[in-house]
């Protein structure tokens, strides 16, 4: 199966790792940012908005993978 290559998946890896890197900075330096209420609701968010546009990508990939077992049955 060849998968044409995406810039988003990579874009995404980085927007993961340079969010993961601006969060660890503050906290070290300031730990009650950590515990506080809204900075985890909004962590919690963005690392959720991340985590739903891989599992949106595989699903994609999934649903396109299969139509094509689909299509070859009835050639």
Same mark, same amino acid.
């Given at each position: +199966?060849? /998968?044409?290559?995406? &810039?988003?998946?990579? /874009?995404?890896? +980085?927007?993961?790792?340079?969010?993961?890197? /601006?969060?660890?900075?503050?906290? %070290?330096?300031?730990?009650?940012? *950590?515990? =506080?209420?809204?900075? *985890? /609701?909004?962590?919690?968010? %963005?690392?959720?908005?991340?985590?739903?546009?891989?599992?949106?990508?595989?699903?994609?990939? &999934?649903? *396109?993978?299969?139509?094509? =077992? %689909?299509?070859?049955?009835?050639?």
């Amino acid at each position: +199966m060849f /998968i044409p290559g995406s &810039w988003l998946p990579l /874009i995404l890896m +980085m927007a993961v790792f340079l969010t993961q890197y /601006i969060i660890a900075a503050p906290s %070290v330096l300031n730990s009650s940012l *950590v515990e =506080s209420t809204h900075f *985890v /609701i909004s962590l919690s968010l %963005v690392f959720g908005v991340f985590s739903g546009c891989f599992f949106a990508r595989a699903m994609n990939m &999934w649903r *396109v993978t299969r139509m094509g =077992s %689909v299509c070859e049955q009835y050639r």
